[in-house]
């Protein structure tokens, strides 16, 4: 089971605080939502918790033995297809087999079986791939940065039902967004994020 502990954590870069003194506790089984508009901080936070930068100061700690992440900018291999990408990932761990990939693929509204290269993916099916690639092995913690974003109404269906499928089997989901409604359908607690200030939220009273 997964846990986070993010301990007047700090970042700087080239002189600018972009976050300041972070404090955040997320148990196993909580869906968390992080509010704020562009350039407030909230991706490099989850860059932070995702461990591909380091804080300046203070902790961060994920207790996870796997993090399923959609960031922004996610690479993929563009001339593969779809399901080649999410199957060379899936060697990395070699923890699922391919009847697990075309399971999330369609679930998400992907064809398994589409041989169009990921290059020549319209931005949607771009979005649906990377959420595949970070549902499909079931992680404990899931950080997902504006997971709604080019999804059409049944799509978003669809990713609330995997998260909230994800919540029931105890694993942490770590949201960002701007949008206020995915948030506050989805989300255990809430917190804003303002000029690298993360400041919490009392759900009942919003």
């Known amino acids: 089971m997964g846990e986070i502990h993010v301990t007047h954590a700090t970042k700087e870069i ?18 968390v939502g992080i509010v704020g508009k562009n350039g407030s901080g909230k991706t490099l936070l989850l860059k932070l918790l995702a461990g591909l930068m380091q804080p300046t100061e203070g902790k961060v700690e994920v207790i996870s033995e796997h993090i399923g992440i959609v960031i922004e900018n996610a690479s993929m291999y563009p001339d593969f297809s779809g399901f080649e990408n999410l199957q060379y990932l899936a060697k990395i761990r070699n923890r699922i087999k391919a009847q697990e990939i075309v399971k999330i693929m369609e679930i998400l509204g992907l064809d398994p079986n ?11 099916m771009r979005q ?12 404990d913690v899931l950080l997902l940065d504006e997971p709604t974003n080019a999804l059409d109404k049944e799509s978003v269906k669809k990713l609330y039902r995997l998260i909230e499928e994800s919540k029931k089997r105890n694993a942490i989901v770590l ?24 400041i919490s939220d009392d759900k009942d009273e919003s």
């Open 175 to 198: 949201i960002v967004s701007h949008n206020h409604e995915d948030i506050q359908t989805l989300c255990d607690v809430i917190y804003y994020m303002a000029e690298g200030k993360l």
């Open 128 to 139: 649906k791939l990377a959420l595949a690639q970070a549902f499909m092995e079931q992680p």
């Open 114 to 124: 589409e041989k169009r290269k990921v290059k020549n993916y319209s931005l949607g």
């Open 14 to 31: 080239k002189g600018t605080r972009l976050l300041d003194d972070i404090n955040l506790e997320v148990q196993a089984g909580e869906i």
